[in-house]
Nanobody, 114 residues
């Protein structure tokens, strides 16, 4: 079965950095684009970044440009989200997905607070 397992979320101070990972299995990872979404309490789920199959094409939400970097390692079936200069408003559950398959992970919580 398709599995997407996020990890790396934790409590971090404003201005800090964090790297999230999403380990994929159960499908041919290298032929699918991947995305990261986030959802804060009381808010809609928001697309924050996506990456093409070879890792050459990337897109970001305006709110995280120049702060977040999405990458992937097809040999390890893993997609990453490097988050720098974190703000309290970035606090949310973060989820990876395979958009064309409508597959989602269970999420990992990121809390930015002093």
């Amino acid at each position: 079965q398709v599995q997407l397992v996020e990890s790396g979320g934790c409590l971090v101070q404003p201005g800090g950095s964090l790297r999230l990972s999403c380990a994929a299995s159960g499908f041919t990872f290298s032929i699918y684009a991947m995305s990261w979404y986030r959802q804060a309490p009381g808010k809609e789920r928001e697309l924050v970044a996506r990456i093409g199959t070879l890792g050459r094409i990337t897109n970001y939400a305006d709110s995280v440009k120049d702060r977040f970097t999405i990458s992937r390692n097809n040999a390890k079936n893993t997609v990453y989200l490097q988050m720098n200069s974190l703000k309290p408003e970035y606090t949310a559950g973060y989820y990876c997905s395979v958009p064309t398959r409508n597959d989602w992970g269970q999420g990992t919580q990121v809390t930015v607070s002093s």
